[in-house]
């Protein structure tokens, strides 16, 4: 009688425990909306921007080296040694520019962006509440198996007011 309650208490606990779990494709949500073309173009504008600094940057560093080839005959050795240290010292900042200026941009992306991830995750939210969705997976390519009669990707993309062609 006692290993018959134990049973019927775990057939009670598992039952009452049932997940729901969904599956949502960003990657395709994000590149079907109409933000991503604002956010595409700014960042190209800040990418333009940054490869405008780096010519200036290219231009002072051939001014200054000019200077230093057409007076170096002139210059005393203090001279010299202080025009090459300035010359090492641009030099090495267009370096660093250049080696951040990927980082830079790639931050730029993600801060354009967060407000799609927001708006996408509000709408996931409300969804998987009115669903009863316990978990929802993101589609990739490490998930082996998913039933698309789970996937709640389309109603993500009606509820942010998105209109796709049915494939």
Same mark, same amino acid.
């Given at each position: 009688?006692?290993?018959?309650?134990?049973?019927?208490?775990? *057939?009670?606990?598992?039952?009452?425990?049932?997940? @729901?779990?969904?599956?949502?494709?960003?990657? !395709?949500?994000?590149?079907?909306? %109409?933000? #991503?073309?604002?956010?595409?173009?700014? /960042?190209?504008?800040?990418?333009?921007?940054?490869?405008?600094? #780096?010519?200036?940057?290219?231009?002072?560093?051939?001014?200054?080296?000019?200077? !230093?080839?057409?007076?170096?005959? +002139?210059? +005393?050795?203090?001279?010299?040694?202080?025009?090459?240290?300035? #010359?090492?010292?641009?030099?090495?900042?267009?370096?660093?520019?250049?080696?951040?200026? +990927? @980082?830079?941009?790639? *931050?730029?992306?993600?801060?354009?962006?967060? %407000?799609?991830?927001?708006?996408?995750?509000?709408?996931?939210? @409300? *969804?998987?509440?009115?669903?009863? !969705?316990?978990?929802?997976? +993101? /589609?990739?390519?490490?998930?082996? !198996?998913?039933?698309?009669?789970?996937?709640?990707?389309?109603? /993500?993309?009606?509820?942010?007011?998105? @209109?796709?062609?049915?494939?």
């Amino acid at each position: 009688m006692k290993y018959l309650k134990i049973i019927f208490l775990l *057939i009670c606990i598992t039952g009452f425990s049932q997940t @729901k779990v969904g599956t949502i494709n960003v990657d !395709y949500i994000i590149s079907n909306m %109409p933000e #991503l073309e604002t956010v595409n173009k700014e /960042v190209e504008e800040y990418a333009t921007k940054l490869d405008a600094d #780096l010519q200036k940057q290219l231009e002072d560093y051939q001014a200054k080296l000019k200077v !230093y080839r057409e007076g170096e005959a +002139t210059f +005393t050795d203090a001279q010299k040694q202080e025009k090459q240290l300035e #010359l090492r010292n641009v030099q090495n900042d267009i370096n660093k520019f250049q080696q951040n200026g +990927t @980082k830079l941009i790639n *931050i730029n992306r993600d801060e354009k962006m967060r %407000p799609l991830y927001t708006k996408i995750g509000e709408a996931l939210d @409300k *969804i998987a509440k009115e669903q009863g !969705y316990t978990q929802v997976l +993101t /589609v990739n390519s490490s998930l082996a !198996y998913y039933d698309n009669n789970f996937d709640v990707t389309r109603l /993500v993309l009606k509820e942010l007011g998105i @209109k796709i062609e049915e494939e």
